[in-house]
């Protein structure tokens, strides 16, 4: 059977826990926030953007979507604020501000 | 091999998912979605991975962000437990379980404590055996999922919370051991070492090469920790890109035992400029401290003159 | 037709592996189980098997590529002994933690130190409380036909848990006895083909395995397994009953010998079950009501099951190969004496610590316990409650 994470919480009932608390499925973690951990946060200003996607692979995150060879806005769910992409980016198309926005 | 394109790389669906509990800026998962992005899009995988940060914060019960199967059994055995995997596969393969369409390729995980410390053995074990697998060294030079104890991939002079600088020391007494050339002394097929450099594209050439080169390799990936490092996280690619310009982490591979420099600085930068935006080398800039940065130097130019040596023997 | 044959222990493990053909089997030598992987290559190499046998550097790699390949899908097993089984230690937990349906093979030597390389129950008995079922075989007939019921035990959707069947080092393991075989195909088709629901290498179907847990999860996970080992004794007693109406030999959770209408049992486990049998014959002989109790399966422990089964005598031999360095007795005089308490069961016992390292243990040593029970139930000698037989003092 496969895993349906949400069913899967810490007042779950022993017998209901998989089985050498295996999951049976692939990327679970979508489901779980970490954007609220962010101490700055990233804007992205599209309009500077070119695209040439320098930014997408070094986010440790995996929160910036990429869709037909174009970067979308960022995954605020998931997004840490660690400001790398704002670092790469070679046309201030990032702007990094103070605090969780 | 592919062409390498950055816009086709970032296309293909992400491996690695969001939701996991590194820290803010870590290395390792920039290395990982890398590596990842090598694999053939129709090819399944399983990955393994050794006890440390990476596993600890990527599966967190029931959490976990690997779209493939994906294994963790110990600190000291990821080699060993993927060659188990890899040998099932060959075995289900030829029994007819496992549908002749479908392959499956191996990739596993660990950082430096799992891979050049505590299980070497199993690493060793699993290349010296040959199984059709990569692995995957993760190296931010301490153990940091325990809190910076120094490891064997530890540079000299660091700074660690079992190496630390006080007034009867000087940070960590040893060199870092080469790992990527006693894997290579193992002659297996393949073996690189490469960092997060602008467009990924010495990580991707490397990481497709070590998937797809039929039998054991090794890859290892610095992929520095801004938490044990001291240096402010926005800054890794900076970071990188001078370990690699001062020579202090070259690029190499080791393709069937021939050895191969991948990249030369026009002009090699002084070790200082890689050491300086780490606080764990902060006391080397104290005065009086001149003589260690330059046994330092000493030290990164012998390396480099002999992975030149190595690079430039016919074979 | 049975097969009529003379074998070694470890000749008869690896001839029930090779009737089993299973998937992955990665070990390391170690005396006395190394005839067991180099058994098994051999019928590799001569094509009577196909199995994947792993040349691996370490115990502790076995167990691991062990886990591996068990957890990728593929039915797996390893042999080993004493510091072999200590070097897993770890990974032994794993293994039931994941709820990996492995075998191993335990051919039971002592633990250093000294390094010894003779039978005791030290090594198995280290490893008791890892999650691992364990059955002890008394003879090479016993260790083959155990073995064969590993699997469908393992393997049940009620257990899913390792398995460890063990036979007593050199002893068993080397010396060669009068056995009987089972064909090749009643073994397939006792043994089955190995399908689990979920596994690393089902295309498509990805799982995980070996998660960090905080302790919301751990706890619950722990006595989930922990009921599985409950449940795994109804299944062993369910798979003993097919394999008697396949082979016509009957296995139980321990044998009771001649106990009926004894006043004096002997406890015993392993190789040295035959001895005490040997002790009772005689003393059955002579007209005293002696019989003993072998224990077959370790772990799951059958403690009400023993319990109802001592609870006539006056008096039991509790009989520990192996020191437990816990100062009050070996590790069956705990438990043992823990299941009669709970049990209500007010006998009289005596914990002997026998055999370590490969020290001999013959009739007459087993008469003189018998002996020594009567003498303190009928003229009240004073008894020792936890000592050691043949020690030179």
Same mark, same amino acid.
């Given at each position: 059977?496969?895993?349906?994470?949400?069913?899967?919480?810490?007042?779950?009932?022993?017998?209901?826990?998989?089985?050498?608390?295996?999951?049976?499925?692939?990327?679970?973690?979508?489901?779980?926030?970490?954007?609220?951990?962010?101490?700055?946060?990233?804007?992205?200003?599209?309009?500077?953007?070119?695209?040439?996607?320098? =930014?997408?692979?070094? =986010?440790?995150?995996?929160?910036?979507?990429?869709?037909?060879?174009?970067?979308?806005?960022?995954?605020?769910?998931? =997004?840490?604020?660690?400001?790398?992409?704002?670092?790469? =980016?070679?046309?201030?198309?990032?702007?990094?501000?103070?605090?969780?926005? | 091999?592919?062409?390498?394109?950055?816009?086709?790389?970032?296309?293909?669906?992400?491996?690695?998912?969001?939701?996991?509990?590194?820290?803010?800026?870590?290395?390792?998962?920039?290395?990982?979605?890398?590596?990842?992005?090598?694999?053939?899009?129709?090819?399944?995988?399983?990955?393994?991975?050794?006890?440390?940060?990476?596993?600890?914060?990527?599966?967190?019960?029931?959490?976990?962000?690997?779209?493939?199967?994906?294994?963790?059994?110990?600190?000291?055995?990821?080699?060993?437990?993927?060659?188990?995997?890899?040998?099932?596969?060959?075995?289900?393969?030829?029994?007819?379980?496992?549908?002749?369409?479908?392959?499956?390729?191996?990739?596993?995980?660990?950082?430096?404590?799992?891979?050049?410390?505590?299980?070497?053995?199993?690493?060793?074990?699993?290349?010296?055996?040959?199984?059709?697998?990569?692995?995957?060294?993760?190296?931010?030079?301490?153990?940091?999922?325990?809190?910076?104890?120094?490891?064997?991939?530890?540079?000299?002079?660091?700074?660690?919370?079992?190496?630390?600088?006080?007034?009867?020391?000087?940070?960590?007494?040893?060199?870092?051991?080469?790992?990527?050339?006693?894997?290579?002394?193992?002659?297996?097929?393949?073996?690189?070492?490469?960092?997060?450099?602008?467009?990924?594209?010495?990580?991707?050439?490397?990481?497709?090469?070590?998937?797809?080169?039929?039998?054991?390799?090794?890859?290892?990936?610095?992929?520095?920790?801004?938490?044990?490092?001291?240096?402010?996280?926005?800054?890794?690619?900076?970071?990188?890109?001078?370990?690699?310009?001062?020579?202090?982490?070259?690029?190499?591979?080791?393709?069937?035992?021939?050895?191969?420099?991948?990249?030369?600085?026009?002009?090699?930068?002084?070790?200082?400029?890689?050491?300086?935006?780490?606080?764990?080398?902060?006391?080397?800039?104290?005065?009086?401290?001149?003589?260690?940065?330059?046994?330092?130097?000493?030290?990164?130019?012998?390396?480099?003159?002999?992975?030149?040596?190595?690079?430039?023997?016919?074979? | 037709?049975?097969?009529?044959?003379?074998?070694?222990?470890?000749?008869?493990?690896?001839?029930?592996?090779?009737?089993?053909?299973?998937?992955?089997?990665?070990?390391?030598?170690?005396?006395?189980?190394?005839?067991?992987?180099?058994?098994?290559?051999?019928?590799?190499?001569?094509?009577?098997?196909?199995?994947?046998?792993?040349?691996?550097?370490?115990?502790?790699?076995?167990?691991?590529?062990?886990?591996?390949?068990?957890?990728?899908?593929?039915?797996?097993?390893?042999?080993?002994?004493?510091?072999?089984?200590?070097?897993?230690?770890?990974?032994?937990?794993?293994?039931?933690?994941?709820?990996?349906?492995?075998?191993?093979?335990?051919?039971?030597?002592?633990?250093?130190?000294?390094?010894?390389?003779?039978?005791?129950?030290?090594?198995?008995?280290?490893?008791?409380?890892?999650?691992?079922?364990?059955?002890?075989?008394?003879?090479?007939?016993?260790?083959?036909?155990?073995?064969?019921?590993?699997?469908?035990?393992?393997?049940?959707?009620?257990?899913?848990?390792?398995?460890?069947?063990?036979?007593?080092?050199?002893?068993?393991?080397?010396?060669?006895?009068?056995?009987?075989?089972?064909?090749?195909?009643?073994?397939? @088709?006792?043994?089955?083909?190995?399908?689990?629901?979920?596994?690393?290498?089902?295309?498509?179907?990805?799982?995980?395995?070996?998660?960090?847990?905080?302790?919301?999860?751990?706890?619950?996970?722990?006595?989930?397994?922990?009921?599985?080992?409950?449940?795994?004794?109804?299944?062993?007693?369910?798979?003993?009953?097919?394999?008697?109406?396949?082979?016509?030999?009957?296995?139980?959770?321990?044998?009771?010998?001649?106990?009926?209408?004894? @006043?004096?049992?002997?406890?015993?486990?392993?190789?040295?079950?035959?001895?005490?049998?040997?002790?009772?014959?005689?003393?059955?002989?002579?007209?005293?009501?002696?019989?003993?109790?072998?224990?077959?399966?370790?772990?799951?422990?059958?403690?009400?099951?023993?319990? @109802?089964?001592?609870?006539?005598?006056?008096?039991?031999?509790?009989?520990?190969?192996?020191?437990?360095?816990?100062?009050?007795?070996?590790?069956?005089?705990?438990?043992?004496?823990?299941?009669?308490?709970?049990?209500?069961?007010?006998?009289?016992?005596?914990?002997?610590?026998?055999?370590?390292?490969?020290?001999?243990?013959?009739?007459?040593?087993?008469?003189?316990?018998?002996?020594?029970?009567?003498?303190?139930?009928?003229?009240?000698?004073?008894? @020792?409650?936890?000592?050691?037989?043949?020690?030179?003092?």
């Amino acid at each position: 059977m496969r895993t349906d994470v949400r069913k899967i919480n810490e007042k779950t009932p022993h017998h209901q826990l998989t089985e050498g608390l295996m999951i049976f499925a692939g990327g679970t973690s979508k489901s779980f926030n970490t954007g609220e951990w962010r101490t700055n946060t990233p804007i992205y200003h599209p309009e500077k953007c070119k695209q040439c996607l320098l =930014c997408t692979p070094v =986010c440790p995150d995996s929160s910036i979507p990429v869709r037909d060879g174009k970067r979308l806005d960022f995954d605020m769910d998931h =997004c840490k604020g660690c400001g790398i992409c704002a670092n790469v =980016c070679p046309f201030d198309a990032i702007e990094m501000k103070e605090g969780n926005v | 091999m592919s062409d390498f394109s950055l816009k086709t790389m970032m296309n293909k669906p992400e491996r690695l998912a969001p939701g996991h509990r590194m820290c803010a800026g870590c290395g390792a998962t920039i290395a990982v979605r890398a590596v990842l992005r090598a694999l053939r899009e129709e090819d399944h995988a399983v990955i393994g991975n050794a006890t440390g940060c990476l596993e600890v914060s990527s599966f967190m019960y029931p959490y976990t962000s690997w779209e493939d199967s994906y294994i963790h059994n110990a600190f000291e055995n990821a080699g060993a437990t993927l060659s188990g995997v890899e040998t099932a596969y060959k075995v289900l393969k030829k029994r007819g379980t496992i549908p002749a369409e479908d392959t499956f390729k191996f990739i596993t995980f660990g950082g430096d404590g799992g891979t050049y410390d505590i299980g070497f053995q199993s690493l060793s074990g699993a290349m010296e055996r040959g199984h059709d697998m990569v692995y995957v060294c993760y190296d931010n030079g301490a153990y940091m999922n325990t809190g910076i104890q120094r490891s064997s991939a530890t540079p000299m002079y660091a700074d660690t919370t079992t190496t630390p600088v006080g007034k009867e020391s000087a940070g960590k007494m040893q060199n870092r051991k080469d790992l990527a050339s006693i894997i290579a002394d193992h002659d297996v097929p393949y073996v690189a070492q490469t960092t997060l450099t602008q467009n990924f594209k010495d990580l991707h050439k490397k990481a497709e090469k070590s998937i797809y080169t039929e039998g054991a390799a090794f890859l290892n990936i610095m992929a520095p920790c801004p938490r044990g490092w001291r240096y402010e996280t926005a800054e890794i690619m900076d970071i990188c890109k001078l370990a690699v310009e001062t020579c202090y982490w070259p690029l190499f591979e080791v393709d069937h035992g021939k050895w191969l420099l991948s990249y030369e600085p026009k002009k090699k930068l002084p070790i200082e400029e890689f050491l300086r935006k780490q606080g764990r080398f902060k006391h080397l800039f104290k005065p009086g401290n001149e003589d260690l940065l330059q046994e330092f130097q000493e030290e990164v130019d012998r390396r480099w003159e002999d992975l030149l040596f190595k690079c430039s023997r016919e074979r | 037709m049975a097969i009529k044959e003379r074998m070694s222990g470890n000749e008869a493990v690896s001839y029930a592996i090779r009737q089993i053909n299973p998937d992955v089997m990665p070990a390391f030598p170690i005396t006395p189980s190394t005839e067991i992987p180099q058994m098994v290559s051999t019928y590799i190499a001569n094509g009577e098997m196909d199995t994947e046998f792993i040349p691996v550097e370490s115990e502790h790699s076995s167990m691991s590529a062990t886990i591996g390949a068990e957890a990728a899908g593929a039915r797996s097993l390893t042999a080993t002994s004493s510091a072999g089984l200590a070097l897993m230690w770890e990974e032994l937990l794993l293994a039931a933690s994941n709820r990996l349906p492995l075998v191993m093979a335990l051919v039971n030597r002592t633990l250093s130190g000294p390094i010894n390389i003779n039978c005791d129950h030290s090594d198995g008995m280290g490893a008791r409380d890892t999650g691992w079922i364990q059955i002890y075989a008394e003879n090479n007939q016993e260790a083959y036909d155990n073995f064969i019921q590993a699997y469908p035990i393992a393997e049940d959707e009620r257990v899913h848990l390792p398995v460890m069947i063990c036979q007593d080092g050199f002893i068993t393991s080397h010396a060669v006895e009068n056995m009987e075989l089972l064909e090749d195909e009643k073994v397939r @088709e006792f043994v089955g083909e190995y399908e689990p629901e979920e596994y690393l290498l089902n295309p498509g179907k990805p799982i995980a395995v070996g998660p960090y847990s905080v302790s919301n999860y751990a706890m619950e996970a722990k006595k989930n397994q922990e009921i599985a080992l409950e449940n795994s004794k109804e299944v062993i007693l369910e798979v003993a009953e097919k394999f008697k109406e396949m082979a016509g030999r009957e296995y139980g959770l321990f044998e009771e010998y001649r106990t009926e209408d004894a @006043e004096y049992l002997m406890l015993i486990m392993g190789s040295a079950a035959g001895t005490a049998k040997d002790a009772v014959d005689h003393l059955r002989d002579a007209g005293k009501k002696v019989g003993v109790v072998k224990l077959r399966v370790f772990r799951p422990f059958p403690a009400r099951e023993l319990a @109802e089964a001592l609870k006539e005598c006056k008096a039991v031999a509790i009989m520990d190969r192996c020191e437990s360095y816990n100062g009050n007795g070996g590790p069956l005089g705990s438990e043992v004496t823990s299941a009669l308490f709970r049990n209500k069961v007010m006998i009289e016992t005596v914990n002997y610590i026998y055999g370590l390292a490969g020290r001999d243990f013959t009739v007459g040593d087993a008469c003189g316990i018998f002996s020594d029970l009567e003498e303190m139930m009928v003229n009240g000698k004073e008894i @020792e409650q936890y000592q050691y037989i043949r020690l030179r003092k």
